[in-house]
């Protein structure tokens, strides 16, 4: 392969290639996604909308995203569905579980006010990402500025209160999960406190 032309299409090929495969998008009609390629630059008429096209890329990352960490989601699920069994165990509206440890008698929060916290977050495994506890100093927030779970729990919770969280992923960090230590579709577990409403 000599020609520059050649051998800088080769190199763009196979960027693209390595790039798309890194991502998960394997077992695509490469005819269909030459015919692109020469449609877009040749300026021909496309065979699909933009809005089409943004509709199957996301169908496709979807699928890839559920097929890398569908045992994580599947294990959530399950964990879920045999906890909500557990007579202690309560389930509101959204499918978040939470099992009351200790009765407090305070007052309870909006999701306006800032709380104070002592928490311990784990994964189903047992695996600790996250404790105020371990560090010794408690966490103020905002309500509002915690994870769906957090807020949907703590304005039913009073100051002095204890409970355990049981947070579906939809209700945490969803698809994406957070840094390395949440992945992505993780059912999460939390002991939280409410120390005081602020």
């Known amino acids: 392969m000599t020609e520059e032309k050649e051998r800088l299409g080769y190199a763009l090929g ?11 998008f ?3 009609d490469l005819t269909a996604f030459t015919a692109a390629m020469d449609d877009y630059f040749a300026t021909k008429e496309l065979k699909m909308s933009v809005p089409e096209v943004n509709e199957a890329l996301q169908n496709a990352m ?3 995203q559920a097929e890398k960490h569908g045992p994580v989601l599947e294990e959530g699920k399950k964990f879920l569905e045999e906890n909500a069994k557990r007579e202690e165990v309560l389930v509101t509206e959204s499918g978040l579980q939470y099992r009351v440890m200790k009765e407090g008698s305070g007052k309870s929060p909006s999701p306006t006010d800032q709380v104070t916290t002592h928490y311990h977050g784990k ?3 047992g695996k600790v990402f996250d404790s105020s506890v371990n560090r010794g100093t408690p966490a103020t927030f905002p309500v509002n500025g915690v994870i769906q779970g957090w807020q949907e729990a703590l304005p039913m919770m009073k100051e002095g209160d204890k409970w355990e969280l049981f947070i ?8 994406n999960g957070a840094g390395g230590a949440i992945p992505p579709f993780a059912t999460l577990i939390f002991e939280v406190e409410l120390i005081s409403v602020n």
């Open 168 to 175: 579906p992923y939809d209700l945490a960090y969803g698809e």
């Open 123 to 125: 994964l189903i495994d």
């Open 62 to 64: 979807a699928r890839i």
């Open 14 to 24: 196979l960027n693209i290639a390595k790039n798309l495969k890194e991502q998960g």
């Open 26 to 28: 394997e077992g695509f």
